[in-house]
């Protein structure tokens, strides 16, 4: 089962990397009408694996600096969904000092991972898996003086048995509705196809809006996007990437607010909540294939 579900990831990246990309939902005239009805969309940016230990020109820095300075909203705030314990991230003494940047900047720091590597949770036996979120909420609660409210499992894959652990220590699982496909950190690393991607992927979150099947938060319709704030090549392309956000709403017909990202940690926080994963029965919507990959890897 292991084989198979790391097969299945390394397969996963493999077709989410290979420029396959279809065309977007077309609008039609009944989507269209029923968006008129619906609160506008705001961004809810997240970013996994960080923060980077590098001490050369550090990605997750720079990835901070351009959320808080960019000509199309600044100061938003994200989720950075660290890895506290791998010693390229948050288990050396650079990577633990921006995660105390990144909280000083008003940004909320959720969990990924307590292990050397970014491993499966559900690789973990009882032991390991409790006390690596042991670990990993005391990392993050020693910056924050609060223990994480948000975990985004490892390959976007939990079971029952994690599902309910996240619960025993408090953390609600956050999924995601757009993803960069921008997971590949070494080798190459860039996104030509970057605009068709977001294009296709919001066309496909635009229809289930229109059906009202996400929830509305403070008068705004919170939308997910992950990014890698360890991928230099996102991080060089930030500010591109949040024009291509706007650009993508603009393309699928869709009303943003007025503020298009969240500038406001409580803001984020609350509209985070309520896109997370409520149970374990609950029908779940991934980008690209993993949807396929772990159901088939459930078989």
């Excluded at 008129?36 to 996994?48: H, V």
């Excluded at 910056?143 to 490892?154: D, E, F, K, M, S």
């Excluded at 408090?170 to 496909?181: E, Q």
């Excluded at 919001?202 to 997910?224: F, Q």
Aim: hydrophobic share 40%.
């Amino acid at each position: 089962m292991k084989f198979f579900a790391l097969t299945s990831a390394l397969l996963a990246l493999v077709l989410s990397l290979s420029g396959c990309i279809s065309a977007p939902i077309a609008l039609t005239p009944q989507t269209e009408q029923r968006l008129q009805a619906q609160a506008p969309i705001r961004f809810l940016l997240t970013f996994d694996d960080g923060p980077s230990a590098s001490g050369y020109n550090n990605p997750s820095r720079s990835v901070v600096a351009d959320l808080a300075n960019n000509p199309v909203l600044p100061g938003i705030k994200a989720v950075f969904f660290l890895q506290t314990e791998a010693s390229r991230s948050g288990g050396s003494p650079r990577g633990r000092k921006t995660m105390e940047r990144e909280y000083a900047a008003g940004h909320i720091l959720a969990f990924h991972t307590a292990t050397a590597f970014h491993t499966n949770h559900r690789w973990l036996n009882d032991a390991e898996l409790e006390r690596t979120l042991t670990q990993g909420s005391t990392d993050i609660a020693s910056i924050t003086g609060a223990l994480p409210t948000l975990v985004r499992p490892p390959f976007w894959n939990y079971d029952r048995r994690t599902f309910a652990a996240y619960q025993r220590h408090g953390m609600h699982v956050l999924l995601t509705d757009l993803s960069a496909n921008d997971g590949k950190i070494w080798g190459f690393n860039g996104s030509p196809r970057r605009r068709a991607n977001l294009y296709r992927q919001l066309s496909v979150v635009r229809e289930r809006i229109a059906l009202g099947e996400l929830p509305t938060v403070d008068g705004v319709i919170p939308v997910v996007v992950t990014f890698h704030d360890i991928n230099r090549y996102t991080a060089r392309h930030l500010q591109e990437y949040l024009q291509i956000l706007m650009d993508s709403a603009r393309i699928n017909g869709m009303k943003t607010a007025a503020e298009p990202f969240y500038t406001d940690r409580s803001a984020l926080e609350r509209g985070a909540l309520a896109r997370t994963v409520k149970d374990i029965n609950e029908v779940v919507h991934l980008p690209g294939v993993w949807n396929w990959v772990w159901d088939a890897d459930s078989n």
